[in-house]
């Protein structure tokens, strides 16, 4: 099985700088949809069974316009637990404000997950997050045949997170291939029961130079 993974679209808020998370959310750029499409012609030769989205506007649009400008009937479920990191009181906040008020904690998020403390912010841990995220993974993979194509659309940290660790990967090492860009490509493969990387953090087909407020 093969299984492609998409950070959705860049949004006002990810071009502001403000951490989203699991409770906000905010548009999809105009841009972004001309991303989308350019992530439609990449994928035009590759065929999709079903596409799976996290509920937030953001990813869900994000699917939505990727099978429109595929122009094919692909099934789209929508799945809970492939949301984004609860962020807690991080969420719709700047990171260069945070980055100030609480620097050890901003540093573990984005840098040494196994220093990162949840608590201080009342949001979630990166093992809360693995275990809701692959176990989602997991019941996709149950429910296609051997031989399918999916597609899943989710968010940068809880990508990063759910595909490190479907690839059995520590939490202390889960940011050890960097962050995930804005409409970027991710593809596993699973086969024999294990999930192997192909290809990490894609994003050749968007034609642009990416800014440090694409990718996370």
Do not use: C
């Not at 093969?2 to 906000?24: A, D, M, P």
């Not at 196994?114 to 995220?133: N, P, Q, W």
């Not at 968010?155 to 291939?177: C, E, F, P, W, Y």
């Amino acid at each position: 099985m093969e299984l492609y993974f998409v950070r959705h679209g860049k949004t006002e808020w990810n071009l502001e700088g403000k951490y989203q998370g699991g409770h906000g959310d905010s548009p999809l750029l105009p841009e972004s949809l001309h991303d989308i499409s350019l992530l439609a012609k990449r994928l035009e030769d590759t065929k999709i069974d079903h596409m799976y989205s996290s509920p937030l506007p953001r990813a869900k649009t994000t699917a939505e316009t990727l099978i429109k400008d595929l122009k094919r009937e692909i099934p789209l479920s929508v799945v809970r637990d492939l949301r984004e990191f609860d962020l807690g009181i991080m969420e719709g906040r700047k990171f260069s404000e945070l980055e100030n008020e609480m620097p050890e904690v901003i540093y573990a998020f984005r840098h040494q997950p196994s220093d990162y403390d949840y608590d201080l912010i009342r949001g979630e841990s990166f093992e809360k997050v693995a275990e809701r995220t692959t176990k989602a993974v997991k019941k996709i993979v149950a429910e296609n045949e051997a031989k399918s194509n999916v597609v899943i659309v989710s968010h940068g940290a809880a990508l990063v997170t759910m595909i490190q660790s479907l690839l059995g990967t520590k939490v202390a090492d889960i940011r050890k291939n960097g962050g995930l860009s804005n409409t970027s490509l991710t593809h596993l493969r699973f086969e024999n029961g294990e999930f192997r990387l192909i290809k990490w953090n894609e994003t050749g087909y968007l034609d642009k130079k990416l800014e440090s407020s694409d990718t996370i």
